[in-house]
């Protein structure tokens, strides 16, 4: 049984956008038969009319063939029934010869309501890797799994020829925005969050990708005032805790703290307790220091602060800004042992491996075994590496193995195998006069201090010696260089005891700024360092450990640091990204550089808003001549995103 004429024009008429026409065509034409009244189903869906659609699946006779079980299950569906009901509905209809492809979206948006994305993302693979042209809902929801499952790219395909069609299709816009975000193109997702917002004024999806994008920009005022657009409370009313949070963490940005407060807490007064609800009001009581409330939400919200990184992170930082180091050292081992058992290290492993990466891990292990720390499993990760290292020598080689052989290199470099965490209980600065210190940098323009013989001798052997053992370098870049954060194992008692006595050897300077966050960086002898950039904080210092003797010229090596800041209006993509947005500021302001170069046991203390980049590296060969630098940022200055 095919359409009837009217009903052809109908669905064309509804899958190009144009529903106000497919509606009056359909008021004109009854059915002809049960596959005209399924478009009319679908018409009336596609178009909004939830009731009308509703109303169709209960009064037409549906026969027991696939359309009519169909029918039947999108009616139980917006009936708000258990959507289990709706799904074996579906289930019987998808089996049935001759589905249509408006039939089989409606069963993968049961399937999405039932949380079965991987379910439908299979079910996609086996009947529409390449979805009929034309076929705009099919398009829609199978564009929306596509970005449930992550696959970035087909998701903005897909959704990309469902606006070819629909220029104004509301889901498809959503799903651009969603993917767009995802993958850094803040602007184009901006772009398709306000067209969205055009065609459904006031809707909370669009509403609250608007904002999103908007607090990801840095621009809080525009975020706060896309909240004012939001419509009257509907069906939807689900997204809205997540729009109190994109709320409160604009009102945040623009420190009003009580306002951010407020609307977090109206977030969390849902069932839902979004966690970026909870992590953003952790980080207003810690810097505000009011410790009732923070004791309180520590206290009800336990479950969710413990099963997160990012909340654990910032107590960390709290108990280490309130000079409680032990507490501190507690809290940041809670997050890297979260950090371990979500197997965050694995999901983070670039593949293909880049010859960089396993070069790094490889010399790691061989340092262990030949200083008698390496255990059986070590041994056993060291002879996986062995095979591939090898090899070869050339840096764009990659390493992709199958089977067997791909779970043994990923474990081989995504595993924690040594952490090794001395007491420290001296002093961890050397000897300068950080009074006079703190004047020079408040005299210098730009406010730039070099601060040589930075660490004291105990210090200095403490932190090499853990960063040359500790396997945690699980950040890899792409210029060949590895990292590690505070927050995923980064973190020793040396490690604390410097961020904290500096804070306090510095009043003037750091003060009451809080810690926002530290890491190291060890490179790759091959090749250059940390591009342009500058960070999001008020004060960067940024040392040095290795060894003089590894810098084979010691007039480079450090770093060169501009005269002029980013300014305060970019984001976070601006000033750390965009290679050649900073060169053409830097050409039109003649900024000035100021070369820094390398010194073991070298601190460059500067204004964090200045552009600055790792100089040219001349480092000789092996593992224990690899750059390695620390930063510690602190204070809040700008938008991180």
């Known amino acids: 049984m095919a359409l009837s004429p009217a009903y052809v024009e109908i669905k064309r008429l509804r899958s190009s956008g144009n529903g106000g026409a497919a509606l009056s065509l359909l008021e004109a034409h009854r059915p002809a038969n049960e596959e005209d009244a399924f478009e009319a189903m679908i018409c009336l869906f596609v178009c909004g009319d939830m009731q009308s659609t509703l109303q169709v699946a209960r009064t037409h006779p549906w026969t027991a063939n696939g359309t009519g079980k169909m029918a039947q299950a999108l009616g139980a569906l917006l009936e708000h029934e258990d959507p289990g009901v ?16 408006d039939a089989a979206a409606i069963y993968l948006i049961i399937l999405q309501a039932n949380g079965l994305v991987e379910e439908a993302d299979a079910f996609v693979t086996r009947r529409y890797r390449t979805p009929p042209a034309g076929e705009t809902l099919l398009l829609t929801i199978v564009a929306e799994i596509a970005a449930a499952v992550q696959d970035w790219r087909r998701a903005y395909q897909l959704a990309s020829a469902v606006i070819s ?53 840095g621009d809080f005022y525009a975020a706060i005032g896309a909240f004012a657009e939001l419509g009257p409370p509907d069906t939807e009313q689900i997204i809205v805790p997540d ?97 371990c058992t979500q197997n965050m290290a694995l999901s983070m492993l670039p593949w293909p491996v880049p010859e960089p990466r396993l070069r790094h891990d490889l010399e790691q292990l061989d340092l262990l075994l030949r200083r008698g720390k ?15 290292g090898d090899q070869t020598q050339k840096l764009n080689t990659t390493f992709a193995p ?25 002093p961890a600065l050397g000897g300068n006069d950080y009074a006079k210190l703190e004047q020079q940098y408040f005299d210098s323009h730009p406010a730039v201090v070099v601060i040589d013989n930075f660490l004291s001798a105990e210090a200095l052997d403490a932190l090499r010696r853990f960063c040359e053992e500790a396997t945690v370098w699980k950040l890899n870049n792409d210029r060949g260089y590895v990292g590690a954060l505070l927050g995923q194992g980064f973190c020793s008692p040396v490690l604390l005891s410097i961020a904290d006595q500096l804070k306090q050897a510095m009043p003037r300077v750091i003060g009451d700024y809080p810690l926002l966050q530290a890491w190291g960086f060890k490179y790759d002898q091959r090749m250059q360092g940390i591009h342009m950039h500058a960070d999001f904080a008020k004060v960067n210092v940024n040392f040095w450990i290795t060894p003089d003797s590894a810098c084979a010229d010691n007039t480079t090596g450090g770093m060169v640091v501009y005269d002029v800041p980013a300014p305060s209006s970019w984001t976070f993509a601006d000033y750390n990204t965009d290679q050649a947005k900073m060169q053409a500021f830097l050409k039109a302001h003649d900024a000035k550089p100021m070369r820094v170069p390398y010194r073991e046991n070298r601190c460059v203390l500067f204004d964090s808003s200045l552009i600055h980049i790792t100089d040219e590296l001349h480092f000789k060969p092996g593992y224990e001549n690899r750059r390695v630098n620390v930063t510690l940022l602190y204070g809040r200055a700008r938008s991180y995103g």
């Open 402 to 426: 199958a089977g067997v052989d791909s779970d043994a290199l990923r474990h081989a470099l995504a595993t924690v195998r040594s952490r090794p965490l001395q007491p420290f209980a001296g």
């Open 165 to 217: 069609l629909d220029a104004d299709n509301f889901r498809a816009l959503m799903t651009l925005s969603t993917t767009n975000f995802a993958v850094g193109n803040v602007h184009e997702a901006l772009g398709n969050a306000l067209r969205a917002n055009q065609v459904r004024r006031g809707a909370p999806p669009a509403v609250l990708h608007v904002m999103r994008c908007h607090n990801k920009l």
């Open 243 to 339: 729009i109190h949070v994109e709320l409160g963490v604009a009102w945040y940005g623009i420190e009003k703290t009580q306002e951010a407060i407020t609307a977090l807490k109206a977030a969390l007064a849902s069932a839902q307790r979004p966690i970026t609800a909870i992590r953003t009001l952790l980080k207003i009581y810690i810097q505000s220091g009011d410790t009732p409330n923070l004791e309180r939400l520590a206290r009800d919200y336990a479950p969710e602060i413990h099963a997160d990184i990012d909340c654990l992170y910032t107590l960390g930082l709290g108990c280490l800004n309130r000079h409680d180091l032990s507490a501190a050292m507690a809290v940041f081992n809670e997050s890297y042992a979260l950090f």
């Open 374 to 388: 390496l255990d059986a499993a070590g041994h056993d990760a060291l002879a996986v590496l062995k095979r591939y």
């Open 86 to 101: 709706a799904l074996a509905l579906a289930r019987t209809a998808i089996g049935n010869a001759g589905t249509s492809h």
